[in-house]
């Protein structure tokens, strides 16, 4: 069964690489292409801190790869998921022409995942991360994958009253320091988020979507703020 899915997965990256290299089009970086693709022991234990989320200004090339999505979650809560993904990301590296950190681009990021498939893209080693990494260039390289969400509504619906949605969020994020071979970040995160709205008979709901979107945002700040 993992042999098939690994096959499935490379068709997939193959197919999309062949596809982007038909005609010339505009380069963009892995963290635009987080979501074009599917993408071990060393976990690591941070406390949640305070820390607000800046841009990066140490001089090193990051690889973001395609994020892994097991989470069930579909429509809008699945693309504000992807969004809030993308959006911290950015806020640390946003390869601006003045960033010290550049981004490596998301067709080199393809052809070394084609080069060098895991074996797991759900759990992938700290060994596959560090080759991919040496493939594309790159000091870094930053995995994340959501996990199952839970969520759940609570609150009352009489006349007039409130309602709250709230989702729990949990996130496998990865983060390889390519020329150390080790994980600066290797952790299981758990974020929860939340939605009210004030209600008047049956108008106005709370939003499941921003609920999940608060919970991502949750998970990756705290992420991208443990490491420099």
Known sequence: MKRLLKLIIVAMVLAYSLTAFA????????????????????????????????????????????????????????????GAIKDT??????????????????????????????????????????????????????????????????????VAGTQTFSATVMMKLKCVDVNEEKYLFNQNVEGIGSSTSINFWKIGQPSRAKAVKRGVTDCMNFFLTSFE
């Open 23 to 82: 005609a010339p089009q505009e380069e963009i970086s892995s963290i635009d292409a987080l979501d074009k693709g599917v993408a071990d022991t060393g976990e690591t234990h941070f406390t949640k801190t305070d820390m607000e989320l800046t841009e990066c200004t140490l001089p090193y090339t990051v690889a973001v790869l395609p994020y892994v999505d097991t989470s069930g979650l579909e429509g809008r809560s699945r693309e504000m998921a992807v």
């Open 89 to 158: 990301l950015k806020k640390k590296y946003p390869a601006k022409k003045t960033s010290a950190t550049k981004i490596v681009s998301n067709n080199v990021v393809q052809r070394a995942l084609i080069n060098h498939p895991m074996e797991n893209p759900e759990v992938p080693t700290l060994q596959e991360l560090v080759a991919i990494g040496e493939a594309c260039g790159a000091d870094r390289v930053i995995f994340v994958s959501i996990l199952p969400a839970r969520e759940k509504e609570t609150g009352f619906m009489m």
